[in-house]
């Protein structure tokens, strides 16, 4: 009982600390004053906070307000009553995508001052740069984003893509920057517009100094702007790149022989692909290639498997890599192949989590309106309020799985020994609140 006390109060603690980041008053209001029964931020905080506790849809989430509504914490912030879904739902629609991208950038830059973010896997700061697609069945209301991919005889079939920044050198890889990707273009034509908003939302700090991506994100022209604007960049080499590609892997091909590895890492159990290890080896030989001239150096990464400790040993990946960090960077040796796992973060991670755990592709919260885009954003947030809690101030529990996080999160909140607020109260449920 005693355990179960002392996680609850500190699972407590961490939500009065960031009571504030919860709460979405300022956020401005769109809907007609017209019959208006409930605050704009109360509708919102509901959504974040059954979001938080795992809801897959506007039914579910009801039920939990409607469950919790008696607790001190929702009542304080404003949900003193059952939230109907189709008032949460038009509400979610309506609101615009600003302000709730807005409020997750406050969201990161208040874990920053917390040093909730502090580089604790790598030497410096690091984000990854990936894009997320699911399937809509028709436009839902924004055609903007959504791009059609069956052919005029086919039933309707689109996709709704997102571009996410992660910070992968933290403790919680936490969703730093989100935006919907227009229909007319791809990842890569959208990466210098995203990565101009990513650098003006936090460009007061220094969150991170070195980016990460797929071949399908950065081109060498979105590389040598990073280059010149002072930042570091990683990128993958594959067939979009065939001259680039074509002459590293000759290179490796020589070196591999030729040069003992730059970095071997120790074998370990993978529950899909048995006992593995990685070798780097590393060159600048083709540093300055033409086109590439930012290029400083190229990585060549090998995995290496086997079924047990004494079976044969197979390689089963061979990755290439481009760089503009120099040799003598703080990123060196066994920091690379940290770094070159770490990128997968944004899928294993923030992805992962977000299909599995937060259902994001089963479409059962909002779709009409702005629906997509502040259902994105507001389950981003969510994600980082549950990533924070289990990899930084749960950090002396073991990585607990998401679904106890949620149960532990739902005791707190009904726990009766709350902690007292420092926060005002927010409006009584009915008062009209001015925009």
Not at 162 to 182: D, E, F, G, Y
């Amino acid at each position: 009982m005693k355990t179960l006390q002392r996680r609850i109060e500190c699972i407590q603690s961490y939500l009065e600390q960031r009571e504030t980041l919860l709460r979405f008053d300022a956020v401005p209001n769109p809907r007609d004053h017209r019959g208006r029964r409930w605050p704009l931020g109360s509708l919102l905080t509901a959504a974040l906070c059954t979001m938080a506790l795992l809801a897959p849809s506007l039914r579910r989430a009801e039920q939990l307000t409607a469950d919790l509504s008696s607790s001190r914490l929702f009542r304080r912030l404003g949900i003193r009553r059952r939230v109907p879904d189709s008032t949460l739902g038009d509400a979610i629609a309506e609101v615009t995508p600003q302000a709730l991208l807005e409020r997750l950038h406050a969201q990161v830059r208040a874990e920053h001052r917390r040093k909730s973010l502090v580089p604790t896997r790598l030497p410096v700061g690091v984000i990854a740069i990936d894009g997320k697609a699911r399937v809509v069945r028709d436009e839902a209301q924004t055609p903007f984003f959504c791009q059609k991919q069956s052919a005029e005889s086919e039933p309707a079939h689109h996709l709704y893509r997102v571009l996410n920044a992660t910070l992968i050198s933290s403790s919680a890889a936490v969703c730093v920057h989100q935006k919907p990707i227009p229909e007319w273009t791809n990842e890569m034509g959208y990466a210098r517009e995203f990565f101009d908003e990513l650098r003006q939302a936090y460009s007061r700090m220094a969150l991170f100094d070195v980016v990460t991506s797929d071949a399908g994100v950065l081109s060498r022209e979105h590389c040598g702007e990073l280059d010149a604007l002072g930042f570091g960049y990683v990128v993958a080499l594959k067939g979009n790149n065939p001259e680039l590609e074509g002459e590293a892997r000759q290179l490796f091909a020589r070196l591999t022989t030729e040069r003992p590895v730059a970095e071997d890492d120790a074998w370990e159990c993978d529950s899909s692909r048995g006992w593995i290890k990685r070798q780097l080896w590393q060159s600048a030989e083709l540093a300055g290639w033409p086109g590439w001239e930012h290029l400083r150096q190229l990585w060549f990464v090998r995995v290496l498997a086997r079924k047990t400790k004494d079976a044969p040993v197979r390689v089963i990946e061979e990755r290439l890599y481009a760089t503009n960090l120099p040799i003598a960077h703080r990123i060196r040796s066994k920091a690379i192949l940290t770094l070159v796992r770490a990128h997968w973060r944004i899928e294993n991670d923030l992805h992962g989590t977000l299909d599995i755990q937060l259902r994001e592709d089963d479409g059962g919260w909002v779709r009409r309106g702005y629906g997509l885009i502040n259902s994105g954003l507001l389950r981003a947030m969510a994600y980082n309020l549950l990533a924070i809690a289990r990899s930084v101030h749960l950090r002396a529990e073991r990585l607990v799985p998401w679904q106890q996080l949620r149960d532990w999160l739902r005791d707190a909140i009904i726990w009766p020994t709350w902690l007292p607020s420092r926060m005002a109260p927010a409006p009584e449920v009915g008062a009209l609140v001015p925009d």
